[in-house]
């Protein structure tokens, strides 16, 4: 899922899609395309910008051609995904190469505001399904930090929180990717600022932090 601002992006009303039928259903289609995990992983994988072919999809989902060529057809038929340019392949056969269009994931509305919160939360839990199953499985090599708490703050003050949040993933993030070629290791970040009932009467900070004393 490419990075959507709420506040930026222009809401559609209902109505207002209801005049077009045709966009409204190719929307609709879209958005019922995402909910298999296959095709969230295809998109995913794409989202490096580099072109990929079936069989390049394939082994990276450790899934056969066929079975990929179903998920990838129905991308393409929405234009989530489209053909990037074909190449020569082996024994003749002409290679397609795909790559992710931003351009056309579905438009955001009202109406559409469970959907795309339910599944950012389905990748911060898969993201962190994945992490912990990885922290289980070894040694702690690597420095992490998990944890959650509530708070009581002024509506103004929580803005500019949020805002600095904002800057320091999207900092990082812009540092990290600057950075290819060098020695790097594959983590997962994952976060939220959401409301919560918690009266927060006592310490409600549930935070664990590691660091390996080498680094």
Not at 6 to 33: C, G, I, N, P, R
Not at 150 to 163: D, G
């Amino acid at each position: 899922m490419p990075y959507i601002s709420l506040s930026m992006a222009e809401l559609k009303k209902t109505e207002t899609a209801e005049t077009d039928d045709e966009m409204k259903l190719k929307e609709k289609k879209s958005k019922k395309v995402f909910r298999h995990p296959v095709r969230n992983r295809i998109v995913d994988i794409l989202r490096d910008g580099e072109p990929r072919t079936q069989q390049e999809l394939g082994a990276l989902l450790s899934m056969s051609n066929a079975a990929v060529h179903y998920h990838v057809k129905l991308l393409l038929e929405v234009g989530i995904i489209k053909l990037h340019r074909t190449r020569p392949g082996p024994k003749g056969i002409t290679e397609k190469l795909y790559t992710i269009a931003v351009e056309n994931w579905p438009d955001v509305s009202e109406d559409d505001l469970d959907y795309y919160l339910s599944y950012m939360v389905s990748w911060i839990n898969e993201r962190n399904r994945e992490g912990l199953n990885l922290l289980k499985s070894g040694s702690f090599s690597i420095p992490f930090l998990t944890g959650s708490y509530s708070a009581r703050a002024p509506l103004e003050e929580l803005i500019k929180f949020k805002r600095k949040v904002e800057d320091l993933f999207n900092e990082f993030y812009s540092k990290c990717e600057s950075l290819k070629g060098r020695n790097r290791i594959p983590f997962a970040v994952t976060f939220s600022m959401i409301p919560s009932r918690e009266k927060n009467k006592e310490d409600s900070r549930n935070i664990l932090e590691f660091e390996p004393e080498h680094l």
